[in-house]
């Protein structure tokens, strides 16, 4: 018998208990023994649950799981940042294995959860704290062993996708917004999903596994989804693509660039097609060439899947490809991020749209809003230029075009 302590009955922790109780047969078959969820950690004991569970395995004490000599596994899904850190650490520390789905945790604190549980010869493992239900860290530990990853490029953040494809389907950002919320995609308060802040975490921990360099979330260049406005939308189907906001990572000989961006992409691009709360990780291998991951991003049981296929290599002693973290130096190089931009700018003036045509390759608009793709240009010279011009951040809309 293998006893877990569950940290979490949200979303995601009632998940792993449902497939847990459904597979039992088969997770018996594959590891040799029962897994059980021995403790449940919650925040509020009151509060009313989905499903009957024995209340007696409920609590709201940690230290009765940690304490607890017969649970040799954590799985933590609290989504907490400073509590979900602590519970992980000091789970390590008492010689119990880790999963977690806590991407913020694993995001801030990755480096140095790793080496503690290298130095207590356990498992930290944290598949589903990326991609939800694709399985992308494991392979990306596998592919690292044959070959350099050069580039990484993904739809990391369901919530945004969801509310683009939403906006294509003709709803504006707000109306997008609130059923994403109704459908239980974005929180009540989205800020980290919209503004890039989730997928920025995802791409940092993808990153500094891929290029075995520490890529902080502060070396990740962030633009969020804010300022999108339907006539977006309608201009870049107009051009034949669609916005997408993605995370890309780009090694060369003289550094990596790493940002997380709104991209058009075009109607051949393997991103163009991911729709709803779906993700898509392409990894590129100097051996492999690319590999692209597609599926569920989010949800109850895609998440909880990916914390089970970890708990399944702990139970059965799986050598999973352990990568040591930050062995690289390696230059940031965002500076020399350059491409076309689409650029729309709204409450603009004749000075302003002179301005704008002499960096334009071609203009879109020329209106209330006007609408530019930009010549070749460093995003950073953009961007200034649009500080001299005073423009609020709610005024304009800037994406990359992808090539
Ligand atoms: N939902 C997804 O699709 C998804 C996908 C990938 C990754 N994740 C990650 O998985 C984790 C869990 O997400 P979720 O959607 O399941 O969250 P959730 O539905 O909000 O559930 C969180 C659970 O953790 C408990 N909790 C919160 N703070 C706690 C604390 N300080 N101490 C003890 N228990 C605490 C809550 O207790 P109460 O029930 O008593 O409030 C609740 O049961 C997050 O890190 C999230 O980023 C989620």
Redesign the pocket.
Known sequence: MVNIGL?????????VFQILESREEELKNICGCHIKIKKI?????N?N?PIKVDASIIT?N?DEILEDEDISIII?????LE??YT?ISKALKAGKHVV??????VSKHFEELTELADKMDLYFLYE??VG?GIPIIKNLKELLVLNEIVEIKGILN?TCNYILTKMEEGLNYSEALKIAQEK??AELDPTDDVEGL?ARRKLRILGSLALKAKILEKDIFLRGLRGIGPIDIEYVDKMDGAIRLIGEIKVSQNGYTAIVEPIIVSKNSPFYNVHNEKNAVLLRGDQVGDLIFYGS????F??AH?VLCDVIDIVRGVETIERSLAIRELENINKTIKGRYYLRLSKSSQDIYTILESIAWEVLHKEENIIIMTKDMFLNDILKLIKVLEVKEEDYFLARKEG
């Open positions: 940290l979490g009955f949200g979303t995601v922790g009632i998940g950690l919650v925040k509020d004991l509060k649950r709201d940690f933590e899904a609290t989504g907490a509590e979900g519970y977690t789905a806590n991407k913020a945790v589903a704290s939800g369901g239980g995609f989730d991003g989010a949800g109850r895609p998440t990916a």
